[in-house]
């Protein structure tokens, strides 16, 4: 058994003696939420880190977050604790896929949703998080949108912007996916008076019984301002430890048994302090994937 006291102390002096900036992602585990600079989304988590002035900055999250940091400052050093920490939707979806998408659809515009690898990004038109993708879906100057990875996702906002058509990847989360409507209406049945909030990488059956469907930081922010006393979540189960411990008045239920993003949970506090004591494992891109990379994640940020 970790003793966590100890590893905490530990990291906070690396952090100073080498002047990190860590940031975690909401989904890895509260000791080590707890010893961040900053807790947010993955986005949220790229803009800080361009923004940053310290040059080491480490990511407790997955391989995506820490190569979106790398994009969006790519003269600072960016390390992950957990070199195996993927993202099984990310890696649903791969360059090859996409040109041929893009063959097959000439004329649409490549939508990619923030969770996916540098390289799709890079042959990618516009990338968007959960909370943006309805917006940039919007805006975008074209007719079609191939949207990728995530099926939810897509399908979601594909249903609010039925002026475009939409072509879309089969890519999934594991985590949300496996959320079956029958998980809610039980859950529902138990927490009758309770308000459910809901992350669009759910399915559509799930999906359609939210007061609110919104990403990571929507969640929590409708949790915190919502005057329901009981919520009920949907999304990974970190988010729900986190709301009962910063709402002590409310009362906060997670969906079905075992909603956990196993690699989020590899960003543990004894990795996060390995990383930090021997500069640890460095994010590399090649140069043209960066670059190209970039230009989907600026579009996002401009649109
Ligand atoms: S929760 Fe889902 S989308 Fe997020 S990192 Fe885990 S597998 Fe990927």
Request: charged share 25%; glycine share 6%.
């Amino acid at each position: 058994m970790e003793n966590f006291n100890e590893l905490q102390n530990e990291v906070l002096r690396l952090k100073k003696e080498k002047n990190a900036l860590i940031l975690a992602h909401y989904y890895v585990p509260l000791e080590v939420q707890d010893v961040s600079d900053a807790v947010c989304d993955s986005f949220a988590m790229a803009q800080k880190a361009a923004r940053a002035e310290n040059d080491l900055i480490v990511i407790c999250g997955v391989r995506f977050m820490g190569e979106s940091a790398k994009i969006l400052s790519p003269e600072k050093t960016v390390l992950l604790p957990s070199p195996d920490a993927g993202c099984p939707m990310a890696d649903m979806v791969t360059p090859e896929d996409v040109l041929r998408l893009r063959a097959e659809h000439p004329g649409a515009k490549v939508m990619c949703y923030v969770n996916s690898s540098a390289a799709v990004k890079a042959v990618s038109d516009v990338c968007c998080t959960s909370s943006s993708a309805l917006r940039i879906a919007k805006s975008l100057d074209c007719e079609e949108i191939i949207f990728v990875p995530d099926v939810h996702l897509g399908s979601y906002v594909a249903a609010r912007v039925p002026e475009k058509r939409f072509w879309l990847h089969n890519g999934f989360c594991p985590t949300h996916h496996k959320i079956a409507e029958a998980d809610v209406l039980a859950a529902k049945r138990a927490h009758p008076e309770a308000v459910f909030a809901v992350h669009p990488e759910c399915g559509d059956d799930v999906v359609k019984h939210g007061d609110l469907v919104g990403s990571t930081a929507e969640i929590l922010d409708f949790a915190r301002n919502t005057g329901a006393g009981e919520i009920l979540i949907g999304t990974e189960s970190e988010i729900v430890e986190r709301l009962r411990r910063e709402l002590p008045g409310k009362k906060v239920y997670g969906v079905g048994s075992s909603f956990v993003c196993p690699n989020m949970k590899k960003a543990t506090l004894r990795a996060l302090y390995e990383c930090l004591r021997d500069e640890k494992y460095k994010v590399e891109l090649p140069g043209d994937v960066l670059r190209a990379a970039r230009e989907s994640l600026d579009r996002m940020v401009n649109s």
